[in-house]
């Protein structure tokens, strides 16, 4: 490693000098350098929280953010590789100044929230706690020319990374046609009370970070709609309403757990106010975060494993989404309302956009892949990333009972049939496996045949990854 620049012990005394801001910091002391990035992703996600983004835009915030960090404070342990060949279209950042030291941990985590504000709203929310982070240092010793290297280094990988977030086609699909509703059986329709327009129906063109493209996992056909008694359709439909009129307290607090609705609406007489909450990706983005403290991760591996899981995420969510618009599935809601009972209603508010697969079967599923791989199968671990919300903590014995816990939340709330959930775990799995396949963090990893566009040909410590998903789909 390079004796001019600071690896992450650097940070331990600043952080051990001022407490954590937000989420489950606040009041604490930190010990370890890693405090540091942990802050700045609580307040990433309270910024995406208060700005009201859908999971799939906040899942892409984190995965850009969270590579800027790794991709600077990599640059410290030669065990870490960059992610350059390795994610479609990332070119290698630029490498530090070599005559002057430079501290990574400060570069690493100035880069975090600088990608945060530039792809966040309330950008002045993100400059309060960049600014006190970026205080910590000098009261531990990184002052004068070192510090202002240190800033900079980190700016022109925050820069370099926004300019690669820029060519996703994010931009492009702003402006493209609205979803067009039909009326036709089976179809997805707005629900209430808010009866939304169809969230982020041109996701799917965006560009992966590792998936070939977004439909690479097709799913089989979902159950065709059939209103006939007894159908295949009926039946699980008629499921949906016998759980959610039998639910015990158990599987409501599970529901609510796992809600994860970033805008409820609520109607009072003729008014309309909307609750926030996290994002599906907000609350894996969280238990990356308990389990990195609770294995003590420094700095560097804390970047490394939200990298990753950023990664899972975000492509979880572009594989979810394009098969939503493919199948266009109508939600149990509607089908209930009108077959069933007009009176009816779910635990949770569904939300504004077509039934299957359930992405957050999905996204939790690959979550679970990547957090296991990392920390293990049987990694406990008790989740209090709701607590903010007013809801309890909830212990775990593994990553993978967390997410089949989070699956089938959706049945308890009522907003997803059971074959939407089944196959969105299927998906998840096929996502993770992929990610596990062709990220390669640290290890011997060969990158070949890299074109224009960033994409290569990544060589596999995993043969058990590499046997499940081959690169071209199915």
């Not at 909307?274 to 990356?288: F, V």
């Not at 070949?448 to 410590?461: D, I, P």
Request: charged fraction near 20%; aromatic fraction near 10%; hydrophobic fraction near 40%.
């Amino acid at each position: 490693m390079n004796p001019l620049l600071k690896a992450p012990a650097v940070l331990a005394l600043a952080v051990a000098l001022v407490g954590c801001a937000g989420g489950a910091g606040r009041g604490a002391t930190p010990a370890s350098d890693a405090d540091a990035l942990h802050s700045a992703a609580e307040q990433l996600t309270s910024v995406i929280v208060y700005d009201i983004f859908s999971p799939p835009q906040a899942s892409r915030v984190y995965a850009y953010a969270s590579i800027a960090a790794y991709e600077v404070l990599r640059q410290g342990d030669t065990a870490y590789r960059s992610l350059a060949g390795q994610v479609r279209g990332l070119a290698p950042v630029p490498a530090p100044p070599s005559a002057e030291p430079v501290s990574l941990p400060l570069a690493g985590v100035h880069a975090f929230m600088t990608v945060g504000r530039a792809l966040t709203f309330s950008q002045s929310r993100m400059d309060t706690l960049r600014n006190e982070l970026d205080a910590r240092f000098r009261q531990a010793g990184v002052t004068g020319a070192e510090y202002d290297r240190s800033i900079e280094y980190g700016e022109r990988v925050a820069q370099h990374i926004l300019q690669w977030s820029n060519q996703d086609n994010y931009r492009a699909s702003r402006s493209m046609p609205k979803f067009s509703v039909t009326r036709e059986a089976g179809r997805w329709i707005p629900t209430p009370p808010a009866y939304m327009d169809a969230v982020e129906p041109n996701w799917g063109s965006l560009r992966p970070f590792v998936l070939d493209s977004a439909s690479q996992f097709q799913l089989p056909a979902p159950v065709p709609f059939d209103s006939t008694k007894g159908s295949a359709f009926y039946r699980q439909t008629q499921e949906v309403y016998d759980t959610g009129r039998g639910l015990t307290e158990e599987q409501r607090l599970i529901a609510a757990f796992w809600d994860c609705n970033p805008y409820v609406m609520h109607v009072q007489g003729h008014t309309m106010f909307a609750t926030k909450k996290i994002t599906p990706g907000g609350h894996w983005m969280g238990i990356a975060r308990i389990a990195a403290r609770k294995s003590g991760a420094d700095i560097t591996r804390a970047a490394e494993i939200y990298a990753r899981l950023g990664i899972a995420l975000s492509d979880g969510f572009l594989s979810a989404w394009a098969e939503k618009y493919r199948t266009n599935v109508v939600r149990p809601e509607t089908v209930v309302n009108r077959w069933l009972d007009p009176k009816w209603e779910p635990l949770l508010q569904t939300p504004p956009f077509p039934e299957y697969p359930s992405a957050h079967s999905v996204i939790s599923t690959a979550a679970s892949a990547v957090l296991s791989a990392e920390y293990g199968e049987q990694f406990a671990f008790v989740d209090s990333t709701e607590i903010e919300f007013g809801l309890p903590s909830r212990e775990f014995k593994s990553f993978a009972a967390a997410a089949k816990e989070a699956a089938i939340s959706r049945l308890y709330g009522g907003i997803h049939f059971r074959g939407a959930i089944e196959q969105g775990e299927v998906q998840g799995r096929q996502v993770g496996a992929l990610v596990l396949q062709r990220i390669h963090t640290r290890g011997r990893t060969t990158v070949a045949g890299a074109n224009r566009s960033g994409r290569g040909s990544v060589g596999s410590a995993n043969p058990a990854a590499e046997a499940s998903v081959s690169p071209g789909g199915f």
